[in-house]
């Protein structure tokens, strides 16, 4: 079954406490994506990933990492949360850049 | 922002009723998506419509693209109270490539 599994699904940390969503895909898609989902402002994107060792900043890469050292895996780094980070974060995939995205269920995190 | 807006922002029909949502965007693209959210959910892809195609038809849905207008419209008929969902539109921008940008969503509920 074609999956996209994010961990954790829930998730509350405190400020400065470092932490990393997991996000692995079992598709063998090339484009691997994270966004946030706020209330009134949509999902916007945070970093992509075109392939192996290839990321790019989304719309708001500010107090994230990733990195993509392995085709099927695509980790969300915070490397000091902050509380304007909380929020439902979604991995996504797609076979090709433009194509239909592939979402998982969400990891949604409040930082205190 | 490159984010396009869906309007309205909420929708409340009776069932069996058609439901029309709209999506406006800022940039040329490639294509457009249309996906569903069920609360809280990941999001589940719906349709995408090429920047070359008007319009495009799957089961009950029907999406129309007018490029000229950068506007698009996802027409749900005869809607069941499964379709209680939000509707969200995506673009990805035709110079940067690979970015995808969501639209605020539109929620519909649909009324047994």
């Known amino acids: 079954e074609a999956q996209v599994t994010q961990n954790p699904r829930y998730l509350i940390t405190v400020t400065g406490k470092k932490l990393t969503v997991t996000c692995s895909q079992n598709m063998n898609h090339e484009y691997m994506s994270w966004y946030r989902q706020d209330p009134g402002l949509g999902l916007r994107q945070i970093y992509y990933?075109?392939?192996?060792?290839v990321t790019d900043k989304g719309d708001v890469p500010e107090g994230y990492k990733v990195s993509r050292k392995e085709k099927r895996n695509f980790p969300l780094i915070l490397e000091s949360p902050s509380p304007n980070q909380t929020s439902l974060y979604f991995c996504a995939t797609s076979l090709w850049g433009t194509g239909e995205l592939f979402f998982g269920e969400g990891s949604r995190l409040t930082v205190l | 922002s490159q984010q396009g807006e869906e309007d309205p922002q909420a929708l409340s029909i009776q069932e069996g009723e058609n439901a029309t949502m709209n999506c406006s965007y800022k940039t040329s693209i490639n294509n457009l998506q249309w996906y569903r959210q069920n609360s809280g959910r990941g999001l589940v892809h719906l349709i995408l419509?090429?920047?070359?195609?008007r319009e495009k038809h799957s089961g009950r849905l029907r999406v129309t693209l007018d490029t000229s207008k950068k506007s698009s419209s996802l027409l749900i008929t005869a809607s069941r109270a499964a379709d209680t969902a939000s509707y969200f539109c995506?673009?990805?921008?035709?110079?940067?490539?690979?970015?995808?940008?969501f639209g605020t969503g539109t929620s519909l509920t649909v009324i047994p």
């Open positions: 990933s075109m392939n192996v060792e």
């Open positions: 995506a673009t990805d921008n035709r110079d940067t490539g690979n970015q995808f940008y």
């Open positions: 419509i090429r920047s070359n195609e």
